[in-house]
């Protein structure tokens, strides 16, 4: 058995003891440093880490992996890019909320959209919500600048934007001088307000404007504010009023004012430049506006009524009272584009629609039928008898349709004491229509009168009815003659009365003045007086120019023999000519008188 062991133990030994070839060395050089190349570091002596010398990684910032092998740095400057951020909930915000220094965390935000809501920041609690800003939540009056919110006036600074509504009444306007007083922003606001602070005007005229133009003026009945109108084309449908006066009672709303920019044209006859144009998208034959009185103080200024050929009327006016009214035009109307009229008996007012003035306003471009301005009602009313008295119009220009016998420019009816100075009548179209048309009240025929026209081209002259029994008629300086307008002579200086271009007086009752028996004034009266030498006991007399009267009707003479105390006979020919009879070659003087 120990043989077996051996035996064995020592078959490995001799199995191993077999013949090799000898081992080649080669020789190995040791880099003292590694090379970077080779993955070191590239220095003998330890500095910063290994990757500071690894090819491509030289450059400073935070290190990140882009992909397999690729590494990128970011700058220290701009630290890690938004994109490389881990994503947070929605509407979180990272940030430090413990009131000490600490690491930030993701912080979840407030709900917080309403109108009178804002985000606040608390120490140690983060970001909440002030549902509700005021000025005790807004910090109340440790604003160093501008001033305490709610204060009367700012010390220092500007308020950039202002909110003055009924919920505000405590932000206040200062004009600042002697005795000058505190105002909310809303009353000072109101001193002036725009058609466009009001909702539905639209200057472009495609919307109505209607609703929002009639509630702008009421807005400034209440006030007496200044309602100003923005360039533009406003569309109506219905007629705008103002005033709420009547027959009953005055108007409780005065003073309010109309403002446009430059409208209307002169009796220099330019176009008109309507920058504020309102125009009728109306019933036809409607009113555009209308002033409903007895009111006081209305002003209207630089405004361009377009009818639009429909409408009749552009401005009704009733017993308006010291109103102003200028740069005012009214075209394509196809009724009467003014109207001015009153109340003969209205309670509580003792004027009628007196001391207006009228100043640049025009009707110009009728429509067919379309006549420039009625002055007063058709009759006198009851008493007290009011009437649109002592009215000035001022280089005004009244245009109507000359196409129509029954057009006409500027008519007056229960009227009286109203000057119109530059102011021109003239048809459109053709020559047709009157310049002045008389139409006697009823109850008063005596109504219109004591009317004049200064300087003021009447083209188409006037009429006469026989039915006006005015005894101070409607006064001319001059008459126009000069326009081709001849004066009339049928019933002409009856109710007329003035000097014609030429330098003719016409009318009137003169310095004598002259009665029929009945006590009634002769309009125009003139005397021609003269000697004649008789031919056979015969002579005629033909008179000429001034001298002229109307007719063999309108006059009378006298005569008498200078040479001895025969009779003389004279004969009304006619209104230029007269024949004398006596005795053989007398010299009779003679003396006529007469219209």
């Known amino acids: 058995m120990k043989k077996i062991l051996l035996a064995a133990l020592l078959w490995p030994l001799l199995a191993l003891a077999q013949t090799y070839p000898s081992p080649t060395y080669h020789s190995v050089t040791l880099q003292s440093p590694l090379a970077v190349s080779s993955g070191g570091i590239g220095t003998a002596t330890a500095s910063g880490t290994a990757l500071d010398n690894i090819t491509g990684f030289s450059g400073t910032g935070f290190l990140t992996r882009t992909g397999a092998g690729t590494y990128a740095f ?3 400057t701009n630290g890690i890019t938004l994109g490389n951020l881990a994503q947070q909930a929605a509407n979180t915000v990272l940030a430090n909320a413990t009131g000490a220094t600490a690491n930030v965390t993701a912080f979840a935000m407030p709900s917080c959209s309403t109108s009178s809501s804002a985000l606040t920041w608390t120490t140690s609690t983060g970001f909440t919500c002030n549902s509700a800003i005021n000025a ?9 600048a501008p001033g305490p919110i709610g204060s009367t006036t700012a010390s220092t600074g500007a308020f950039t934007t202002l909110l003055a509504t009924t919920a505000n009444p405590t932000l206040y306007y200062n004009k600042g001088g002697a005795n000058s007083v505190n105002r909310t922003y809303q009353n ?8 466009l602070d009001f909702s539905g005007c639209d200057p472009l005229g495609t919307s109505d404007s209607t609703i929002c133009i009639q509630n702008a003026i009421n807005a400034s009945s209440l006030t007496g504010s200044v309602v100003n109108f923005p360039p533009g084309n406003y569309k109506i449908s ?3 009023t103002i005033g709420n006066g009547s027959n009953s009672a005055p108007s409780s709303s005065n003073g ?21 144009r309102l125009f009728w998208a109306g019933t036809p034959g409607g009113i555009m506006v209308t002033v409903n009185g007895p009111v006081t103080g209305i002003r209207m200024s630089g405004i361009t009524f377009d009818s639009n050929s429909s409408a009749g009327t552009c401005l009704n006016l009733v017993h308006p009272i010291a109103g102003y009214f200028d740069n005012l035009l009214c ?4 009724g009467t584009a003014y109207v001015l009229t009153a109340y003969q008996s209205p309670t509580g007012t003792v004027v009628g629609a007196s001391d207006n003035i009228f100043s640049n306003v025009s009707a110009k471009n009728p429509a067919p039928g379309g006549s420039g301005i009625l002055i007063g009602p058709s009759s006198n009313g009851a008493s007290p008898h009011l009437d649109p008295a002592r009215n000035t119009f001022i280089n005004d220009e009244f245009w109507r349709d000359g196409t129509s016998g029954v057009s006409y420019s500027i008519g007056l009816q229960f009227s009286d004491n109203n000057t119109f100075i530059e102011t021109e009548t003239l048809p459109q179209g053709g020559s047709l229509g009157l310049g002045i048309y008389i139409n006697p009240a009823t109850g008063d025929t005596t109504f219109p009168k004591e009317t004049t026209f200064i300087n003021s081209p009447i083209i188409g002259g006037v009429n006469s009815p026989s039915s006006w029994t005015t005894a101070q008629g409607i006064g001319f300086f001059p008459y126009p003659v000069g326009d081709g307008q001849a004066v009339p002579p049928t019933n002409f200086a009856n109710h007329y009365y003035g000097v014609t271009s030429a330098g003719n007086y016409f009318g009137g009752t003169g310095t004598i003045p002259l009665y029929a028996p009945s006590g009634a004034s002769t309009w125009s009266p003139h005397a021609v007086s003269g000697t004649v030498q008789l031919s056979s006991g015969a002579a005629t007399v033909t008179f000429s120019g001034a001298s002229v009267f109307t007719s063999n009707a309108t006059y009378s003479c006298t005569a008498t023999d200078e040479s001895a105390a025969n009779a003389v006979k004279v004969l009304m020919s006619s209104g230029s000519q007269i024949s004398i009879s006596g005795t053989s070659t007398d010299f009779v003087n003679y003396y006529c008188i007469g219209n």
């Open 136 to 144: 005790a939540t807004l910090g109340g009056s440790t604003f160093a």
């Open 238 to 240: 219905s007629t705008i």
């Open 331 to 334: 075209e394509n109307y196809t």
């Open 74 to 76: 970011q700058s220290l």
């Open 256 to 276: 309010i004012m109309l403002m446009g920019i430059s409208a209307g044209a002169t009796a220099s006859e330019v176009t008109a430049n309507a920058s504020v």
């Open 188 to 195: 000072k606001f109101q001193d002036s307000i725009s058609i």
